[in-house]
């Protein structure tokens, strides 16, 4: 299967498509932001790091790039899409999630290992889990607070779009939300970062399952 | 014709603002003890080209509320006025 890989001035895509490819060894490519078009991708995924430097709002300038259009006609069409740390805040800001995302209730940059639950396994990214597993993933984030209503809480809760949670909820999101899907389940956003969780080298493998999953869902 | 679209965007009341808190702290810090809150905002200044002042204020509104508001945090105010000199 091929990934595509959406790179908006800021983002850190350096690290996904070396534990892909490298790691995993598997083909990937690269979409640039401006591109209105892309085709011969099976799944498609927004890096982390600080698109368009964070202006304005995180992700909100990169929500407003022609190429999420055709993100978003991708997702439509069952695509399954990955929203990495940034990329979480700019599928958020694109209107796939309800919320916002707040500064860290520490007011820190937090950078660390978090140990996040798999609350529900079906969906195309946690396939490979236990329900009820628990994982550890790096953060890399200043803004990783998400904060939704009471009303949109139950909205999702109702609808089982959260798949993962915080263990040790440090930064405030509501209700410990560490990672979303859509309502059709192909649009996944987590804060953490699991391309830096593939390589062994680098401290610990729990991140391979999310890409490895996509992998075998597709195939 | 070309207009001035000046937005200023604040926080909703009651959200906690980071940057002002961090502000304030310093200005207790350096002795200004009667500074007792501080809320930053963002002022934004557009020069939009129209045909009319009508016209200004949709573009204007729709700028405003699509990219330049987070709705869910955020509220705004905003003033429009014909830019000097350019009746041509």
């Known amino acids: 299967m091929r990934f595509g890989v959406v790179v908006f001035p800021g983002s850190d895509e350096r690290e996904i498509i070396d534990g892909l490819k490298e790691s995993l060894g598997e083909d990937v490519g690269y979409i640039w932001h401006r591109d209105e078009s892309f085709s011969g991708y099976d799944a498609v995924i927004l890096p982390g790091g600080s698109s368009f430097g964070h202006y304005l709002r995180p992700g909100a300038l990169a929500s407003h790039s022609p190429v999420m259009e055709k993100v978003v006609e991708f997702a439509k069409k069952g695509g399954p899409v990955l929203g990495i740390s940034n990329g979480f805040q700019i599928l958020l800001e694109k209107g796939f999630f309800p919320g916002t995302f707040l500064p860290n209730e520490s007011l820190q940059y937090r950078c660390g290992l978090s140990r996040l639950e798999v609350v529900r396994k079906d969906t195309p990214f946690t396939a490979l889990y236990e329900e009820g597993e628990e994982i550890t993933l790096p953060l890399a984030q200043r803004y990783g607070r998400y904060s939704v209503s009471a009303k949109d809480l139950e909205i999702l809760e109702n609808n089982r779009q959260i798949v993962l949670r915080y263990k040790k909820n440090l930064d405030g999101s509501t209700g410990a939300i560490a990672g979303l899907v859509n309502e059709n389940g192909n649009v996944f956003g987590i804060m953490a970062r699991p391309e830096r969780a593939i390589q062994g080298i680098l401290g610990g493998t729990d991140g391979r399952k999310i890409f490895l999953s996509l992998k075998g869902g597709l195939k | ?88």
């Open chain 2, 1 to 88: 014709m070309e207009y001035i679209l000046k937005v200023v965007v604040a926080l909703k009341e009651g959200i906690f603002d980071p940057q002002g808190e961090g502000i304030r702290k310093t200005l207790v810090d350096m002795g200004f003890l009667q500074a007792k809150s501080v809320r930053m905002q963002k002022h934004a200044e557009i020069l939009l080209e129209a045909a009319s002042m009508e016209d200004a204020l949709r573009t204007g509104l729709l700028i405003t509320e699509k990219v330049l508001v987070n709705p869910v945090l955020e509220t705004y105010s905003y003033t429009l006025e014909q830019k000097e000199g350019s009746d041509r």
